[in-house]
């Protein structure tokens, strides 16, 4: 049986949702490379007795691990190191060898902050450095240590691993607590299991429910398949967890291999982000955009490397700017509209002569929520991407939605047929 | 003693974190507005024993409300209504006008599909028709209908409401369940709270937990406050929640613009985009940008009614962008290098030429994880907004974070730039 965890996100800003939570999803993905299972999250304000009762839930559904994020700062609302001491039995007291290591990190930042009290600083320092006796300390990537807690002597329940919320101070830390004695205890027993996801653009996510029906009835060992399916940014995801030695699987794979082969982009967890950057092949490529304001050219660049193919775009808002910087005709825009095919494919042929590129994607349509007419309603997107040998895929919908939703997904829409043009291969109908 | 309530979020893809939570928030808005206690949110896999666990969880945990969040789907892994029924000790039964409503949705969407079987649409149908004896069925908003289910006759406990993951549909099915004289049931007690929240930028957290130790001595009913500070993309949020009449919460919200008046720029709830929206009263703005990649430009055209004032935007990210599109000297950029607080201001310079503006920025950087120098490493970000008149603010500093941190942040940063332009404001020392 594998060992089991849960993960409890502190912070009122977190819960009212103010601020969203990245930590959950980050240490789900590091639990299942480690063959843990995740088993419930949980969130709640900066009080004290909310979050011993989620710890305490943590502990009748028999986690074996828990970790937790946030509430490790300086201020009197941060108080997970006590919560923690207190449900594992296991007294705060000084560590002055890691006092003096936050002293180290925060002598230097308070040249910046020339007005900063060294009192109040020194407060903080010493709140920080208060650990459970017989816990571990992790040395901070900030300025709060994290802490690996196991019950008190004599007592059962779940090691707990306290962690900071700034994402990239979690990060940093997290190694520090896996290779930790009193992690390994915790977590022994957990089991090899592999998880694969494919990746569909183009169906609605009842047919892919009408596959594993038939998949239930044709394939012996189904039942030991943990499938999930969903809708995410327009695109369906299905995940599989499977033991490694699994028959079941390959056999799914190719059942909707058979029956969706058209709309199946991804068998190997890629994204369509990465297959583009990867079709380009450094080729550059360009952007004129209006409703997805600048999204495109946003995803685009998002992963490291980018720069090696994005010349750039153009978010051509106005009319003007449509005429002025991707040189479309304005007797175009009079005769069809600015949101139209003819214009969207003027703005790719703007993009890739005015960057100079072997590729551009172009997006008009109506974000909303004001805009729509009865011919061209709030959500009717036009795309067209293009080479610069001419070769054009274009693309015409109402999507459905608001105004943020019709935003991302024209993005979604654009890459795919991004996608299909550097593969050579038309869009399905 | 206000009514408590609980959100329990179910989605394997949810827990996994390959789909962010959007409901947990909203509904935390709402339950506010309302003067309903948000307590814990949880969120699970889509396993019945899982879901029961929490629902269970909430109410040991005395919650007056829970509302739960996804699993209304076709698929076999929908199983909320099911497992909510039988906590609440109510039995699904068939309602057949449901079905009848729900299959007029289904009708029209086999067209769109049209190799979709009806067999396989009609099972779905039924399933999403079930709903427990005794309790409330909200109609569709999507194809999923959503429940509201006391307990059983003679039962304690919560009331749980029922409904579907998409954001939409949810949105649009809350009011016929807030409407319910279930939830009213539930919810009585409720007291009246009211929320504040100030927001400053381009001081340390810390700074703010100093100023509250002040208050803490200085104002009398400091006490009866709720207060929770946090970093939010480069700012400090403060929310202050107190009873309608008290006095405590004038004193530290004057307290704090005393210590931080320059620093505390909003004191309504306003963010700095809807006030730079405001400021620009419609005259129009130009973006130049490099690092941030269309982050800007897609920020600056989030909010309804943007077309109002965005003229457009140039994502330069090759230098020979750079020239071509916003005419920036490349004398210029390889005597100073593309990032470099000249090469900002040539590129306003350039965005405002070309858009025709009155107000431009301008953004260049390095995000990173490759492309630092010893002279400009990675996090090293220069920007420039400036008027057509000439008005010019400029700065540059290295941030830390890693790529999408950086990227994000930079657009906070020219968004405040911005907004002390657009009031005549010098930048802080």
């Not at 779940?158 to 915790?186: D, I």
């Amino acid at each position: 049986m594998s060992a089991r965890a849960g993960i409890v996100v502190t912070g009122t800003e977190v819960l009212t949702g103010r601020v969203r939570d990245r930590n959950g999803p980050w240490l789900a993905d590091r639990l299942l490379e480690l063959g843990i299972e995740l088993a419930h999250i949980t969130i709640c304000a900066d009080r004290p007795e909310d979050m011993e009762a989620q710890l305490r839930f943590m502990a009748d559904q028999g986690m074996d691990l828990v970790i937790t994020s946030g509430g490790l700062g300086p201020t009197a609302d941060d108080l997970t190191g006590e919560v923690v001491a207190a449900f594992q039995g296991r007294p705060l007291a000084l560590d002055e060898e890691m006092e003096e290591k936050i002293w180290q990190i925060l002598k230097p930042l308070m040249k910046r902050w020339s007005h900063l009290s060294e009192e109040s600083i020194r407060a903080s320092n010493r709140k920080q450095a208060m650990v459970p006796e017989g816990a571990l300390a992790i040395d901070p990537a900030g300025t709060a240590p994290g802490l690996v807690v196991p019950p008190a002597e004599g007592r059962s329940g779940p090691t707990v691993v306290v962690l900071p919320g700034p994402p990239r101070e979690l990060h940093a830390m997290w190694p520090a607590a896996v290779a930790s004695e009193e992690f390994a205890g915790a977590s022994a027993g957990r089991s090899e299991y592999e998880q694969d996801m494919l990746r569909l653009f183009g169906i609605p996510e009842s047919e892919i429910a009408e596959t594993l029906r038939v998949a239930e009835e044709q394939i012996a060992g189904f039942e030991d398949l943990e499938i999930t399916t969903c809708l995410r940014r327009g695109e369906v995801e299905v995940v599989v967890r499977h033991g490694a030695a699994s028959d079941s699987w390959p056999a799914l794979h190719a059942l909707i291999r058979e029956r969706h082969g058209n709309t199946l982009f991804s068998e190997d967890g890629s994204t369509v982000d990465r297959q583009v950057f990867d079709l380009l092949g450094g080729r550059p490529i360009a952007v004129a955009e209006s409703c997805s304001g600048g999204l495109l050219s946003a995803r685009l660049t998002e992963l490291p490397g980018s720069s090696g193919h994005v010349a750039g775009g153009v978010v051509s808002y106005s009319n003007t700017a449509k005429a002025e910087l991707l040189g479309v005709d304005p007797a175009l825009i009079e005769a069809e509209g600015a949101v139209s095919p003819e214009v969207a494919e003027a703005m790719a042929d703007g993009a890739l002569a005015r960057f100079g590129a072997d590729f551009a994607a172009a997006i008009t349509g109506v974000a909303g929520p004001d805009g729509g007419t009865e011919a061209k309603p709030v959500g009717y997107v036009c795309w067209c991407v293009k080479d610069a040998s001419g070769t054009v895929l274009a693309r015409d919908i109402r999507m459905p939605g608001d105004r943020t939703e019709i935003r991302d997904r024209s993005t979604t829409v654009a890459m795919h047929m991004l996608r299909r043009l550097l593969r050579g291969e038309d869009l399905p109908v």
